[in-house]
C-alpha cells in the first residue's frame, strides 16, 4: 500500500428536497385544502475515524464527494425522504483543514469518532405548511436549502509512541527492521526511507509503536532535502530515539544539526523526552566508539546508548529504557487527569 499524508478534496453536503404544491381532490369532498408536503433534508457530510487505515491514498484517485439530495414534498402530506449522509473515512490523527491549509476545522484520533463537516440544506415547506383560517388555499411552496460545499485539506500525523530521528542513513530503518515485523527499505546511501514507516516492538509484556521518518539535513526547515513534511508524524510522540552515526566525521555537528531542525519546527518536540544512541558500533572499534561517546557526552549531557541494530547489541538496552520512558509518561497523564479532591472527605 502506497503512503499519502496529505490530500485535498471536495465536498458538498445535499441540497433540501423542494415543498409541494397541492391540494386534496377527492370524489365527494369540497374545499379539500392544501395537503402538499414539506421536502426532505439534505444528508451531512461527515468524516468518520477507523482503525484498519494508515494512509489518504484512497483520495489520490476520488477527490469529490457529495452527499445525497433530499426528497421531495408530495401531495397527501407526505414528507420527503432525508438525504443519505456521505461518510469520509480517514485514519487516527487525521487533521482537516481549511482551504488554506493552515485554519484546522476537526481532528480524529480515536477509531469510532465521527464529526460532521458539513450540514445538508433544510427541506422546503410545502403549501399545507402555510395553510390559515385567513389564508385557507396558499399557492406557495418554498425550495430546499442549498446544502454546504467547499474544499478541504486532510492532514495525517501518524499516532506513535516513539518517533526515530537522524541523518540521512543514520540506521533508523536498520533498527526498525531489528525490533518489530516492519519491513523498511534498507541501502547503503541517503534519503532511502522517502515516507514514514510504522512498527511495533514489543518488549516483556508491553508494546508500543515507533515511526521512523526521513532523515532531516541542514535547511530541512526551509525545504531542503525531503524538509520538514514529516516531522508532523512524530508531533504525537512520546519519546524521541535520536540515532547518530559512529562512524559520523563529527557526530556533534550531526546531533546539533537535528536538533536545530527540530527547534526550527516546534519546540514541542524539543521539549520530549530523548534517548541518544551511537549506531553502527558494530563498524569500528572500541577506542573509536569512546572517542565518539565523549564528544557526543559533551554536547546531550547524558552518556550515549551503544547500539548496533546488526548484530543485536545494546538493542535491549535502546528498547526498555524507552519503555521506561513510556511509563513516566503515562503516568504523569494519569495524575494530570485524575480529579483532584477539595475540602473535608469522610
Same mark, same amino acid.
Request: glycine share 12%; charged share 25%.
Given at each position: 500500500?502506497?503512503?499519502?499524508?496529505?490530500?485535498?478534496?471536495?465536498?458538498?453536503?445535499?441540497?433540501?428536497?423542494?415543498?409541494?404544491?397541492?391540494? #386534496?381532490?377527492? *370524489?365527494?369532498?369540497?374545499?379539500?385544502?392544501?395537503?402538499?408536503?414539506?421536502?426532505?433534508?439534505?444528508?451531512?457530510?461527515?468524516?468518520?475515524?477507523?482503525?484498519?487505515?494508515?494512509?489518504?491514498?484512497?483520495?489520490?484517485?476520488?477527490?469529490?464527494?457529495?452527499?445525497?439530495?433530499?426528497?421531495?414534498?408530495?401531495?397527501?402530506?407526505?414528507?420527503?425522504?432525508?438525504?443519505?449522509?456521505?461518510?469520509?473515512?480517514?485514519?487516527?490523527?487525521?487533521?482537516?483543514?481549511?482551504?488554506?491549509?493552515?485554519?484546522?476545522?476537526?481532528?480524529?484520533?480515536?477509531?469510532?469518532?465521527?464529526?460532521?463537516?458539513?450540514?445538508?440544506?433544510?427541506?422546503?415547506?410545502?403549501?399545507?405548511?402555510?395553510?390559515?383560517?385567513?389564508?385557507?388555499?396558499?399557492?406557495?411552496?418554498?425550495?430546499?436549502?442549498?446544502?454546504?460545499?467547499?474544499?478541504?485539506?486532510?492532514?495525517? *500525523?501518524?499516532?506513535?509512541?516513539?518517533?526515530?530521528?537522524?541523518?540521512?542513513?543514520?540506521?533508523?530503518?536498520?533498527?526498525?527492521?531489528?525490533?518489530?515485523?516492519?519491513?523498511?527499505?534498507?541501502?547503503?546511501?541517503?534519503?532511502?526511507?522517502?515516507?514514514?514507516?510504522?512498527?511495533?516492538?514489543?518488549?516483556?509484556? #508491553?508494546?508500543?509503536?515507533?515511526?521512523?521518518?526521513?532523515?532531516?539535513?541542514?535547511?530541512?526547515?526551509?525545504?531542503?532535502?525531503?524538509?520538514?513534511?514529516?516531522?508532523?508524524?512524530?508531533?504525537?510522540?512520546?519519546?524521541?530515539?535520536?540515532?547518530?552515526?559512529?562512524?559520523?566525521?563529527?557526530?556533534?555537528?550531526?546531533?546539533?544539526?537535528?536538533?536545530?531542525?527540530?527547534?526550527?519546527?516546534?519546540?514541542?518536540?524539543?521539549?520530549?523526552?530523548?534517548?541518544?544512541?551511537?549506531?553502527?558500533?558494530?563498524?569500528?572499534?572500541?577506542?573509536?566508539?569512546?572517542?565518539?561517546?565523549?564528544?557526543?557526552?559533551?554536547?546531550?549531557?547524558?552518556?550515549?546508548?551503544?547500539?548496533?541494530?546488526?548484530?543485536?547489541?545494546?538493542?535491549?538496552?535502546?528498547?526498555?529504557?524507552?519503555?521506561?520512558?513510556?511509563?513516566?509518561? #503515562?503516568?504523569?497523564?494519569?495524575?494530570?487527569?485524575?480529579?483532584?479532591?477539595?475540602?473535608?472527605?469522610?
Amino acid at each position: 500500500m502506497k503512503f499519502l499524508d496529505l490530500s485535498k478534496i471536495y465536498i458538498k453536503a445535499g441540497d433540501g428536497g423542494n415543498g409541494c404544491l397541492s391540494f #386534496r381532490r377527492e *370524489k365527494y369532498i369540497e374545499h379539500g385544502g392544501p395537503d402538499g408536503g414539506d421536502g426532505g433534508k439534505g444528508g451531512d457530510v461527515y468524516v468518520v475515524c477507523v482503525a484498519n487505515l494508515n494512509t489518504l491514498i484512497d483520495y489520490r484517485f476520488q477527490q469529490h464527494f457529495k452527499a445525497q439530495t433530499g426528497g421531495g414534498g408530495m401531495g397527501k402530506n407526505r414528507a420527503g425522504a432525508k438525504g443519505d449522509d456521505c461518510l469520509i473515512k480517514v485514519p487516527p490523527g487525521t487533521e482537516i483543514l481549511d482551504e488554506d491549509q493552515e485554519t484546522v476545522i476537526a481532528e480524529v484520533t480515536e477509531p469510532g469518532q465521527k464529526i460532521r463537516i458539513a450540514k445538508g440544506g433544510n427541506g422546503g415547506f410545502g403549501n399545507a405548511h402555510f395553510k390559515s383560517s385567513t389564508n385557507q388555499a396558499p399557492r406557495r411552496a418554498n425550495p430546499g436549502q442549498t446544502g454546504e460545499e467547499f474544499t478541504i485539506w486532510l492532514r495525517l *500525523k501518524l499516532i506513535a509512541d516513539v518517533g526515530l530521528l537522524g541523518l540521512p542513513n543514520a540506521g533508523k530503518s536498520t533498527f526498525l527492521a531489528a525490533v518489530s515485523a516492519a519491513k523498511p527499505k534498507i541501502a547503503d546511501y541517503p534519503f532511502t526511507t522517502l515516507h514514514p514507516n510504522l512498527g511495533v516492538v514489543n518488549i516483556g509484556t #508491553r508494546e508500543f509503536v515507533a515511526a521512523d521518518i526521513p532523515g532531516l539535513i541542514e535547511g530541512a526547515h526551509e525545504g531542503k532535502g525531503i524538509g520538514t513534511r514529516f516531522l508532523g508524524h512524530v508531533e504525537r510522540t512520546k519519546v524521541l530515539l535520536h540515532l547518530v552515526d559512529v562512524t559520523s566525521d563529527d557526530v556533534v555537528r550531526a546531533y546539533t544539526t537535528v536538533r536545530n531542525e527540530l527547534a526550527a519546527y516546534s519546540d514541542d518536540l524539543l521539549a520530549l523526552p530523548e534517548v541518544v544512541a551511537l549506531s553502527k558500533c558494530d563498524a569500528v572499534d572500541a577506542e573509536t566508539i569512546n572517542a565518539q561517546k565523549q564528544s557526543l557526552q559533551s554536547v546531550t549531557k547524558t552518556e550515549p546508548l551503544q547500539l548496533s541494530a546488526v548484530s543485536g547489541t545494546g538493542v535491549e538496552e535502546v528498547k526498555w529504557l524507552i519503555a521506561e520512558h513510556l511509563d513516566a509518561q #503515562r503516568l504523569r497523564e494519569e495524575e494530570t487527569s485524575a480529579p483532584k479532591q477539595t475540602g473535608w472527605q469522610p
